[in-house]
């Protein structure tokens, strides 16, 4: 009986626990999302060419509020509560919450292509870090309910609370994830968002999906989708990595690198119109219902968003993949003459499941969004996407904990950043067949030569 009161106590303490995070979460995303969209409505009112302006100096606003006053919330929001999970036993510093929040609606607002739901998991994550030392908890209950924190706050941005909930136990590693944050982390999703909406949050409203039944020539179809949608996730991430790169290594001040990154937006923006802009929504939208779309946009997407986030801009990085995904499933249908009602969709969670090694909470927001139909459609696609991207993430604290074939060998769990793999031949059937060969050839020999003696 003394394992049953235990295992008792820690329900009913956890269920108060994710409660409790849920909805102190739920009503900050609420209050995030409206200001933001308050935000980008007063800037569309504005003519057309103060965005010249307003760009640079958002961008300069943003990057000196964070050097000043909180560097934790630098970058795409859930990076930094992955590295803060894995290195600082899930401890953030309560200042990120209000700079975050500001300088990712001013960094959205002027045009910068960036994402929403990482300010949102990165407030979550700070309000739960709080709520925790606040209650006296240990660092192993902290990092669980900065967990519950990630969760809610991705549940509460897009409607999907059981994907929310899975995707913040399966993004901090790679082949692993805490089962024991399981149940807390499903809560704090389920009552995030419906807080969020009862607070007026409104969700995408999509149309049902028309699912054809999954055939041999389907399959196949989909077995060539996700490997291109993980080339588009390979492709992301390094382009990613690349302005990242090239803006550390810039001899150049703070000010300097915004104003170097948003006039490079503004010339884009000249020639390619301000469709990569900001969140994107309305091609996104577009995507989903199947209408056309700009055959390289989730190209553009990509370095728009790399050169934002890179140069001092502050937001997510999910809602910019989701882009990326959509537009490039509609490319995907357009090249082999498939349904883009169908492969857009696809895209949307493929690339998703790619560039943050989460096949299983990609799916899920596949059947949450676009109905159960889809639902062995979007597993193949993304567990497909997944495994051709390889070893690397948007999000480079995540830890490689398991890799995604036998013939990769890893020496040891450390971040994808610094994680180190080599090859292991051996581990294909094909290799060890080789290797075995005179072995085989011996005993197939001692074996027909005593079939002849008798």
């Given at each position: 009986?003394?394992?049953?009161?235990?295992?008792?106590?820690?329900?009913?303490?956890?269920?108060?626990?994710?409660?409790?995070?849920g909805?102190?979460?739920?009503?900050?995303?609420?209050?995030?999302?409206d200001?933001?969209?308050?935000?980008?409505?007063f800037?569309?009112?504005l003519?057309?060419h103060?965005?010249?302006l307003?760009?640079?100096l958002?961008?300069?606003?943003?990057?000196?509020?964070?050097?000043y006053?909180?560097?934790?919330?630098?970058?795409?929001?859930?990076?930094?509560?992955?590295?803060?999970?894995?290195?600082?036993?899930g401890?953030?510093?309560?200042?990120?919450i209000?700079?975050?929040?500001?300088?990712?609606?001013?960094?959205?607002?002027?045009?910068?292509?960036?994402?929403?739901?990482?300010?949102?998991?990165?407030i979550?994550?700070?309000?739960?870090?709080?709520?925790?030392?606040?209650?006296?908890?240990?660092?192993?209950d902290?990092?669980?309910?900065?967990?519950?924190?990630?969760s809610?706050?991705f549940?509460?941005?897009?409607?999907?609370?059981?994907?929310?909930?899975?995707?913040g136990?399966?993004?901090l590693?790679?082949?692993?994830?805490?089962?024991?944050?399981?149940?807390?982390?499903?809560?704090?999703?389920?009552?995030?968002?419906h807080?969020?909406?009862?607070?007026?949050?409104?969700?995408?409203?999509?149309?049902?999906?028309?699912?054809?039944?999954?055939?041999?020539?389907?399959?196949?179809?989909?077995?060539?989708?996700?490997?291109?949608?993980?080339?588009?996730?390979?492709?992301?991430?390094?382009?990613?990595?690349?302005?990242?790169?090239l803006?550390?290594?810039?001899?150049?001040?703070?000010?300097s690198?915004?104003?170097?990154g948003?006039?490079?937006?503004?010339?884009l923006?000249?020639?390619?119109?301000?469709?990569?802009?900001?969140?994107?929504?309305?091609?996104?939208?577009?995507?989903?219902?199947?209408?056309?779309?700009?055959?390289?946009?989730?190209?553009?997407?990509?370095?728009?968003?790399?050169i934002?986030?890179?140069?001092g801009g502050?937001?997510?990085?999910?809602?910019?993949?989701?882009?990326?995904?959509?537009?490039?499933?509609?490319?995907?249908?357009?090249?082999?003459?498939?349904?883009?009602?169908l492969?857009?969709?696809?895209?949307?969670?493929?690339?998703?499941?790619?560039c943050?090694?989460?096949?299983?909470?990609?799916?899920?927001?596949?059947?949450?969004?676009?109905?159960?139909?889809?639902a062995?459609?979007?597993a193949?696609?993304?567990?497909?996407?997944?495994?051709?991207?390889?070893h690397?993430?948007?999000?480079?604290?995540?830890?490689?904990?398991?890799?995604?074939?036998p013939?990769?060998?890893?020496?040891g769990?450390?971040?994808?950043?610094?994680?180190?793999?080599?090859?292991?031949?051996?581990?294909?059937?094909f290799?060890?067949?080789i290797?075995?060969?005179p072995?085989?050839?011996?005993?197939?020999?001692?074996?027909?030569?005593?079939?002849?003696?008798?």
């Open positions: 009986m003394k394992e049953e009161f235990i295992l008792t106590y820690a329900l009913i303490k956890w269920l108060i626990m994710a409660v409790l995070s909805a102190l979460v739920g009503a900050m995303t609420a209050f995030f999302i200001n933001l969209e308050f935000a980008i409505d800037v569309k009112n003519p057309v103060s965005l010249y307003l760009l640079p958002g961008i300069i606003v943003t990057t000196l509020s964070i050097r006053f909180a560097p934790e919330a630098r970058g795409h929001g859930t990076e930094k509560v992955i590295e803060a999970i894995h290195k600082r036993a401890r953030i510093d309560i200042k990120v209000p700079v975050k929040l500001v300088t990712t609606i001013i960094t959205l607002a002027v045009g910068g292509s960036a994402g929403k739901e990482g300010p949102a998991a990165q979550g994550a700070g309000l739960t870090s709080s709520l925790a030392d606040f209650m006296g908890f240990n660092e192993t902290r990092k669980k309910l900065v967990i519950c924190g990630i809610a706050g549940s509460a941005v897009f409607g999907t609370p059981i994907a929310g909930a899975v995707f136990l399966e993004v590693y790679i082949g692993k994830m805490y089962y024991d944050v399981m149940l807390p982390s499903f809560i704090s999703g389920v009552v995030s968002y807080v969020a909406e009862k607070l007026g949050m409104t969700y995408y409203s999509l149309p049902e999906t028309i699912i054809p039944s999954l055939s041999a020539p389907s399959f196949m179809w989909l077995i060539l989708a996700g490997v291109f949608f993980g080339m588009i996730s390979f492709m992301h991430i390094e382009i990613l990595r690349f302005f990242e790169f803006f550390k290594r810039m001899k150049a001040g703070l000010v690198k915004a104003l170097v948003s006039v490079t937006i503004l010339g923006t000249l020639f390619l119109g301000n469709r990569y802009l900001g969140l994107g929504g309305e091609t996104i939208d577009a995507a989903l219902t199947g209408n056309a779309v700009p055959f390289w946009s989730f190209f553009w997407k990509s370095i728009f968003t790399s934002t986030l890179s140069c502050s937001g997510g990085i999910v809602t910019p993949v989701f882009f990326i995904g959509a537009t490039s499933g509609i490319t995907f249908a357009s090249i082999f003459g498939l349904n883009p009602l492969y857009g969709p696809l895209g949307f969670v493929s690339v998703l499941s790619g943050a090694n989460t096949p299983i909470a990609a799916t899920i927001m596949a059947i949450e969004l676009f109905g159960g139909k889809i062995a459609m979007a193949i696609s993304c567990i497909t996407s997944f495994f051709v991207c390889g690397r993430s948007v999000y480079p604290s995540q830890v490689l904990a398991r890799p995604k074939s013939v990769i060998e890893l020496t769990e450390d971040p994808v950043e610094c994680s180190s793999s080599r090859p292991n031949l051996i581990g294909l059937r290799f060890q067949i290797r075995d060969f072995e085989i050839v011996q005993r197939l020999k001692n074996e027909w030569e005593g079939k002849k003696k008798t």
